[in-house]
């Protein structure tokens, strides 16, 4: 998928990139996305394995890498986890994102922060870089917090905040990765009707979030900024256009539940439309995010899907 900015990514030829949280969804499409568009360029990825974030000696024994950039994409990132679990939470999140700000401190690299739209309450839309964050979950809050955090200790990093998203196929743990099986499995029973949400929201792509963070990085961008998909939906709408692209409408009916009877069996409170407004980027002519359903249609023609019908 050839872009306007290809050209502009290739800043970034020849850079050596530490890459956290790599087993994850948002760090493998980082990685995907930079072989694909970067030549020549030295790639540390870390998984969980290779770099516990809450070890800071662990953290610390990579200062010699001396990498030009860091794309810290490992965290906690069940919002229902963390509210049952607070100090796993906070451990990982919070302490964890202090542990690489001082690895970024002492090699002198750029910090990528990838923030979620869970820090907001929904509550003033639409949400832009200058919208007040009152996050509703512990998930939200640790978050806000190691946003925080890296901006009062590194003036050169990067923050973008960004829509829900969907992306990775087996390392999917999010709404689209979670909700294509769970089709599959009510199929094979012979069960013809879902109940699904009506929470709004932006479906947003992975590969699509990393291509234009990368531009970002490439531009040596700094601060914060908006980044989710063109468009918005519910669950529910999400998920008509799921069997629709999969052509199993005729198998599966799909019913309409309230957000209220939905959030009963989550822990954490999550807004209940969050809706982001990408106004630096489009500012700047720099906002390469796709409409949801076209992304969504590239996703899901992927034989991963297609197999489990």
């Given at each position: 998928?050839e872009?306007d900015?290809?050209?502009?990514?290739?800043?970034?030829?020849?850079?050596k990139?530490?890459?956290?949280?790599?087993d994850?969804?948002?760090g493998?499409s980082?990685?995907?996305?930079?072989?694909?568009y970067?030549?020549?360029?030295?790639?540390?990825?870390?998984?969980k394995?290779e770099?516990?974030i809450?070890?800071s000696?662990?953290?610390?024994?990579y200062v010699?890498?001396?990498?030009?950039?860091?794309?810290?994409c490992?965290?906690?990132?069940?919002?229902?986890?963390?509210?049952k679990?607070?100090?796993?939470?906070?451990?990982?999140?919070?302490?964890?994102?202090?542990?690489?700000?001082s690895?970024a401190?002492?090699?002198?690299?750029?910090?990528f922060?990838?923030?979620?739209?869970?820090i907001?309450?929904?509550?003033?839309?639409p949400?832009d870089?200058?919208?007040?964050?009152?996050?509703?979950?512990?998930?939200?809050?640790?978050?806000?917090?190691?946003e925080?955090?890296?901006?009062?200790?590194?003036?050169?990093?990067?923050?973008?905040?960004?829509?829900?998203?969907f992306?990775g196929?087996?390392k999917?743990?999010?709404?689209?990765?979670?909700?294509?099986?769970?089709?599959?499995?009510?199929?094979q029973?012979?069960?013809?009707?879902?109940?699904?949400?009506?929470r709004?929201?932006?479906p947003?792509?992975?590969?699509?979030?990393a291509?234009?963070c990368?531009?970002?990085?490439?531009?040596?961008?700094?601060?914060?900024?908006?980044?989710?998909?063109?468009?918005?939906?519910?669950?529910?709408?999400?998920?008509?256009k799921?069997?629709?692209l999969?052509?199993?409408?005729?198998?599966?009916?799909?019913v309409p539940?309230?957000?209220?009877?939905?959030?009963k069996?989550?822990?954490a409170?999550?807004?209940?439309?969050?809706?982001?407004?990408?106004?630096?980027?489009?500012?700047?002519s720099?906002?390469?995010?796709?409409?949801?359903?076209?992304?969504?249609k590239?996703?899901?023609?992927h034989?991963?899907?297609?197999?489990?019908?």
């Amino acid at each position: 998928m050839e872009r306007d900015f290809d050209k502009k990514i290739s800043k970034l030829n020849g850079k050596k990139i530490l890459i956290t949280g790599i087993d994850g969804m948002l760090g493998s499409s980082f990685e995907e996305t930079i072989k694909k568009y970067v030549q020549n360029c030295d790639i540390i990825s870390t998984s969980k394995k290779e770099m516990d974030i809450t070890d800071s000696k662990e953290v610390l024994s990579y200062v010699e890498s001396k990498m030009d950039i860091i794309i810290h994409c490992a965290a906690k990132v069940n919002a229902d986890f963390c509210e049952k679990y607070p100090k796993e939470s906070f451990r990982e999140i919070v302490s964890g994102t202090n542990n690489i700000i001082s690895l970024a401190q002492k090699t002198n690299a750029k910090l990528f922060y990838p923030q979620s739209f869970l820090i907001f309450d929904g509550k003033s839309l639409p949400i832009d870089e200058g919208t007040a964050p009152n996050p509703l979950s512990k998930y939200g809050k640790d978050k806000l917090l190691a946003e925080k955090n890296v901006l009062a200790n590194l003036s050169n990093s990067l923050i973008v905040r960004m829509g829900g998203f969907f992306g990775g196929y087996k390392k999917d743990k999010n709404f689209v990765g979670k909700i294509v099986p769970h089709i599959s499995k009510l199929i094979q029973t012979g069960k013809e009707t879902l109940e699904i949400g009506n929470r709004v929201w932006q479906p947003t792509y992975t590969n699509d979030l990393a291509y234009n963070c990368l531009v970002l990085l490439a531009d040596d961008k700094k601060g914060v900024y908006n980044m989710a998909s063109h468009g918005k939906a519910s669950f529910y709408e999400l998920t008509l256009k799921i069997i629709s692209l999969l052509k199993i409408e005729r198998e599966i009916n799909i019913v309409p539940i309230s957000s209220s009877k939905f959030s009963k069996k989550e822990n954490a409170k999550r807004p209940e439309i969050a809706i982001m407004d990408n106004k630096k980027l489009k500012q700047e002519s720099i906002d390469f995010q796709r409409g949801w359903k076209h992304s969504l249609k590239e996703y899901l023609s992927h034989r991963y899907f297609r197999d489990m019908f």
